[in-house]
C-alpha cells in the first residue's frame, strides 16, 4: 500500500506540472479541456429526489486545477472567467456590474492555490476546493447584502442573509468535483510516463525511471 501511495504522489507531481515546458498546443488543448469541463459542468444541473442541487458545479475544481497546471497566474484565471462568461451566455444574469464581478473574482481567486496543490498531496486538494467553496459564499452572500438588498442593513440581517443562502453552499459538490478532476490528471501522468517509457526506454533510462 506504501508502494502505491508513493507512487501515485509521484505521478500526481508530475501530472499537475506536465505543462510545463511543453509545446503551445499541448497548452492550448489543456485550456480548451479545462473550459470546456467547467462550462458543460455549469450547464449540466444534477438532481437530487426531482430537485437541482445549485452551485454544484466543476468550477472551483477547475480553477484549482489552471491553478496547478499552468505556470503563468494570468493563463490559469483566464480559465475559470472564459468558462463564466461562455456560460452566462444561457445563465441568469446577475443583476449588476458589481455582483458580477464579485462572482467572478471569487470564481478565479482558487488558481492562487495552485501551488500549494501542485505539492501533489490529496489534502491540499480537499483543503482548497473546501475553502474555494467558503470563500465564495461568504463573499457572494455578502456581496448579495449589501447591493441586491431584500435584508435590513444590520447584523441580524446579514445574518438572515447567510441563513437563506445555506441550502445552497455544497462544499461536498466542490470537493467531489476536485477529487474526480484531479483523478484524471493523475491518470493522464501516469499514462504519460508509461507511454514515455515504452517509446524513449534509453531517455527514461537515464533518468533514473
Given at each position: 500500500?506504501?508502494?502505491?501511495?508513493?507512487?501515485?504522489?509521484?505521478?500526481?507531481?508530475?501530472?499537475?506540472?506536465?505543462?510545463?515546458?511543453?509545446?503551445?498546443?499541448?497548452?492550448?488543448?489543456?485550456?480548451?479541456?479545462?473550459?470546456?469541463?467547467?462550462?458543460?459542468?455549469?450547464?449540466?444541473?444534477?438532481?437530487?429526489?426531482?430537485?437541482?442541487?445549485?452551485?454544484?458545479?466543476?468550477?472551483?475544481?477547475?480553477?484549482?486545477?489552471?491553478?496547478?497546471?499552468?505556470?503563468?497566474?494570468?493563463?490559469?484565471?483566464?480559465?475559470?472567467?472564459?468558462?463564466?462568461?461562455?456560460?452566462?451566455?444561457?445563465?441568469?444574469?446577475?443583476?449588476?456590474?458589481?455582483?458580477?464581478?464579485?462572482?467572478?473574482?471569487?470564481?478565479?481567486?482558487?488558481?492562487?492555490?495552485?501551488?500549494?496543490?501542485?505539492?501533489?498531496?490529496?489534502?491540499?486538494?480537499?483543503?482548497?476546493?473546501?475553502?474555494?467553496?467558503l470563500v465564495f459564499f461568504l463573499t457572494t452572500n455578502l456581496a448579495h447584502w449589501i447591493l441586491v438588498g431584500g435584508y435590513p442593513r444590520t447584523a441580524a440581517g446579514l445574518g438572515e442573509c447567510f441563513v437563506a443562502a445555506l441550502p445552497f453552499y455544497r462544499?461536498?459538490?466542490?470537493?467531489?468535483?476536485?477529487?474526480?478532476?484531479?483523478?484524471?490528471?493523475?491518470?493522464?501522468?501516469?499514462?504519460?510516463?508509461?507511454?514515455?517509457?515504452?517509446?524513449?526506454?534509453?531517455?527514461?533510462?537515464?533518468?533514473?525511471?
Amino acid at each position: 500500500m506504501t508502494m502505491i501511495t508513493a507512487h501515485g504522489a509521484k505521478a500526481a507531481t508530475a501530472a499537475w506540472c506536465s505543462l510545463r515546458g511543453r509545446n503551445g498546443l499541448v497548452v492550448a488543448a489543456a485550456w480548451i479541456v479545462l473550459v470546456a469541463i467547467a462550462v458543460v459542468g455549469r450547464i449540466w444541473r444534477p438532481e437530487w429526489n426531482g430537485s437541482p442541487l445549485w452551485n454544484v458545479t466543476p468550477l472551483a475544481a477547475v480553477a484549482l486545477a489552471a491553478g496547478a497546471l499552468f505556470p503563468s497566474r494570468a493563463v490559469a484565471a483566464s480559465v475559470p472567467l472564459a468558462a463564466l462568461a461562455i456560460g452566462n451566455l444561457v445563465e441568469p444574469e446577475y443583476g449588476s456590474l458589481a455582483m458580477a464581478l464579485v462572482v467572478y473574482a471569487a470564481s478565479a481567486w482558487p488558481v492562487l492555490l495552485g501551488g500549494l496543490v501542485n505539492r501533489g498531496r490529496w489534502a491540499a486538494v480537499v483543503g482548497g476546493a473546501a475553502a474555494s467553496s467558503l470563500v465564495f459564499f461568504l463573499t457572494t452572500n455578502l456581496a448579495h447584502w449589501i447591493l441586491v438588498g431584500g435584508y435590513p442593513r444590520t447584523a441580524a440581517g446579514l445574518g438572515e442573509c447567510f441563513v437563506a443562502a445555506l441550502p445552497f453552499y455544497r462544499p461536498l459538490g466542490d470537493v467531489g468535483w476536485s477529487v474526480a478532476l484531479f483523478a484524471g490528471i493523475v491518470a493522464v501522468g501516469i499514462a504519460d510516463e508509461t507511454l514515455g517509457r515504452r517509446w524513449h526506454p534509453a531517455r527514461a533510462s537515464r533518468q533514473g525511471r
